[in-house]
């Protein structure tokens, strides 16, 4: 392996592909063009995924949302088409009923105007149980969010969305302790947090109060708008969800097949389907990724070969001069080696300078298309060097190629 | 230094075979500047071919150097090439990118010499061929005349016990041509055996032996009468 450090060898190397710009350009452009592809869909794959993780990231996976319709059946006496109201008692009958269950958060939900001094909004107004924050995890910029005072005293507090406070406060100004203002009665703000992706109840963002408060002051009794449920990791949530609504078909008088008495959605599922279309994305990635290497590898294979063609009577010389046959083929292997080392360096560098630019255009903010996009540096190197091995490969027919022409046949083409 | 004897080839062609050498005899001591005549199809290319082991024989006996030749495998043949040939073609064959230092030095590289010892050898020669002011000129700047002279240079280059030259004149002029054989003629008064193939009588005549082959069989082998050209 003493050529690989004698500077003739490279010598020899550089001088040939010098000297050979087309060539050497072509061969450069191909497998730069491989590892490229490779690079960016890898990088744009991760970054859709890393969407997906913001997306459901602050949810319970295994959380099935459940509220009340109406029924769609007649039943003991009653009509079909009866308004149907979740109750604040029905939570109990769910909590001692139903196994496998982490958490039973009750909700409420509506729609009012927020005044802070001169700038107002129209948001989503919910009435929020401390135990929100473990299922639906709010990422706290400044103070706290609800908690067991807040909802014993009934008070007037309230936990805005960072985007709220864009729309209500100046900017710079701590928000903690400042008063809103919704339906006519001042809350005093206690926390902030950054806004999540979904579970958006407003148009333009969410403010949380005490759900006794919001019970208080909405005067909705001993109702509730919705709820969460959330089940223990080991319990399946579809059956949960199956459970949940049977109970409370049974607790409220509905027909047992009537379906559409109880709305429900099931995130556990909708991650699921959508970990399964990540998946699916990973592998045609994958499958596509690995397509393009080997027509990379093929690419170089064939560029070699026609170099090599090109080639015949130098390599007829070179042997007459007294070229053994590994030295020929030494050569060419090298040569390719050395192209789609560079190539492959060139290709890397360019696809994180896309994925760069990706990143900084439509990378970031609350609408991106692709978070993050970024590729794993030992993913790369393999299948750089994948590559390069199978580029060598390739490039042993040709280099075989290139000495089984008898070097007489090779002088004589003209 | 060569010695040849009852030597046989055939090519084939299709299903048939063309029957180019047919049992060839042939000696040449270290020193002699020999001549091989002949016209096109008369086997004399091949004969060098052989010669310079560039191709095998299919009967008969080759002694290069007192080395008998057979069975060689690529790997051999190149060692010996290296060690005992030099040629010039008709076509010059310099390496089109290489400068000519860079193509005189290259059969030496290919010794496994080092790159100043090369250089340094290869700069002798192309000063012996009277090209050292043109060293760093690539073959496409040469003239056809200084392209040969770089190729003998290049031949010379490894000290080699043989000169095989195919048709060294065959592309230039008849000015061209006379210094080309002059530098034979002087290479071969220092004592290199030197073995031309042709097919112009004029240079035939220059070299002290010529060997007439027409068919695959030598017709003649005669010296030349040194008198004429003194």
């Known amino acids: 392996m003493n050529f690989l450090f004698d500077k003739d060898t490279w010598q020899e190397i550089y001088s040939s592909i010098r000297k050979n710009k087309m060539r050497t350009g072509i061969t450069i452009i191909g497998v730069m063009w491989g590892i490229f592809l490779l690079v960016v869909l890898l990088g744009a794959a991760k970054g859709v995924e890393n969407n997906f993780n913001k997306l459901f990231g602050n949810f319970a996976t295994n959380s099935v949302f459940v509220w009340a319709q109406q029924t769609s059946k007649p039943f003991k006496g009653f009509q079909e088409g009866k308004s149907l109201t979740l109750k604040v008692s029905d939570l109990e009958s769910i909590k001692s009923e139903i196994k496998g269950l982490e958490f039973v958060v009750p909700r409420h939900q509506t729609q009012a105007m927020a005044i802070n001094d001169f700038k107002s909004g129209t948001f989503g107004i919910f009435g929020d149980y401390p135990e929100l924050d473990k299922v639906q995890k709010k990422d706290m910029v400044y103070g706290r969010f609800i908690n067991d005072n807040d909802i014993n005293q009934k008070k007037k507090v309230c936990v805005i969305e960072e985007e709220i406070y864009k729309q209500l406060f100046d900017k710079d100004v701590y928000p903690i302790g400042a008063y809103i203002k919704i339906n006519d009665i001042n809350y005093k703000v206690v926390g902030m947090y950054k806004e999540g992706q979904i579970g958006s109840g407003g148009p333009q963002g969410n403010i949380h109060i005490p759900f006794t408060t919001f019970q208080q002051v909405y005067n909705r009794g001993d109702s509730v708008g919705w709820m969460m449920i959330t089940g223990k990791m080991e319990y399946d949530i579809s059956q949960i969800e199956a459970d949940v609504k049977l109970l409370l078909r049974n607790l409220h008088k509905v027909h047992p097949n009537d379906e559409r008495a109880f709305g429900s959605f099931n995130l556990g599922e909708r991650i699921a389907q959508v970990t399964g279309f990540l998946t699916g994305m990973q592998f045609l990635t994958w499958f596509v990724g690995i397509a393009t290497l080997i027509a990379g590898v093929f690419a170089i294979g064939n560029i070699l070969l026609i170099t090599v063609k090109e080639r015949t009577k130098e390599i007829g010389i070179r042997r007459a001069l007294g070229a053994k046959p590994w030295e020929i083929k030494r050569q060419i292997i090298l040569e390719s080696v050395f192209l789609t080392s560079i190539a492959g360096a060139l290709g890397i560098i360019f696809g994180g300078l896309v994925l760069m630019l990706i990143d900084a255009t439509i990378g970031s903010g609350p609408d991106a298309a692709l978070t993050n996009p970024t590729v794993d540096i030992p993913v790369v190197i393999i299948a750089a060097v994948t590559l390069v091995v199978l580029g060598t490969l390739i490039g042993l027919i040709p280099a075989h190629t290139a000495v089984s022409i008898r070097p007489i046949e090779a002088l004589r083409e003209e | ?230």
């Open chain 2, 1 to 230: 230094m060569i010695k040849i004897e009852k030597l046989h080839k055939s090519y084939p062609i299709g299903k048939d075979s063309l029957h180019v050498l047919k049992g060839l005899d042939l000696h040449i001591k270290e020193g002699e500047f020999v001549s091989i005549m002949g016209s096109s199809g008369s086997g004399k290319s091949t004969l060098l071919n052989i010669v310079g082991l560039l191709d095998g024989h299919d009967e008969g006996n080759y002694y290069l150097n007192g080395q008998k030749i057979e069975n060689l495998d690529e790997k051999k043949a190149a060692i010996l090439r290296n060690k005992f040939l030099g040629f010039v073609f008709q076509s010059f064959n310099l390496i089109t990118y290489k400068t000519a230092v860079e193509n005189i030095a290259l059969p030496l590289y290919y010794q496994g010499m080092g790159r100043k010892e090369r250089q340094k050898i290869a700069m002798q020669y192309l000063d012996k061929v009277g090209l050292k002011d043109r060293a760093n000129h690539l073959p496409s700047e040469l003239s056809g005349g200084e392209k040969q002279r770089v190729a003998v240079a290049r031949a010379l280059a490894t000290k080699p016990k043989v000169i095989l030259a195919d048709e060294p004149t065959g592309a230039l002029d008849s000015k061209t041509s006379h210094a080309v054989m002059e530098l034979l003629k002087e290479i071969n008064r220092e004592g290199m055996t030197v073995f031309v193939i042709t097919h112009e009588e004029d240079i035939a005549e220059q070299t002290d032996r010529i060997v007439r082959l027409k068919d695959g069989v030598i017709i003649s082998d005669e010296k030349v009468n040194k008198s004429v050209n003194v």
